[in-house]
């Protein structure tokens, strides 16, 4: 029995993502070497005024997987890390106090 090759989607953050019966789940907000991580519809997205509620005094910031650098987020994340150039890919959201 031959084994099939893995297939591979091209995700980005903001996406929409469907199931199999063509119901929207909900959005990409994050994207590791496990997978992707989605913001389930209905959940609503959390404005930074929001999100500051949620954690405090935290501000809520870019981090990047690679390197570890922080910045804050403007209208979006940057296309890659200023740091060490990795890809908008490896950036995530990051609660900072």
């Not at 029995?1 to 980005?12: I, N």
């Not at 992707?36 to 959390?46: D, E, I, P």
Request: charged content about 25%; proline content about 5%.
């Amino acid at each position: 029995m031959a084994s099939e090759e893995p297939v591979f989607a091209d995700v980005s953050i903001g996406q929409p993502v469907y199931d199999e019966g063509g119901d929207r789940l909900g959005t990409v907000r994050g994207v590791d070497d496990d997978g992707f991580y989605v913001t389930a519809s209905g959940s609503g997205a959390l404005s930074l005024t929001d999100a500051r509620d949620v954690f405090g005094t935290a501000y809520v910031m870019w981090r990047c997987w690679e390197c570890g650098e922080m910045g804050e987020i403007g209208s979006e994340l940057p296309a890659n890390c200023p740091n060490c150039n990795a890809p908008r890919e490896d950036l995530y959201y990051w609660a900072e106090d």
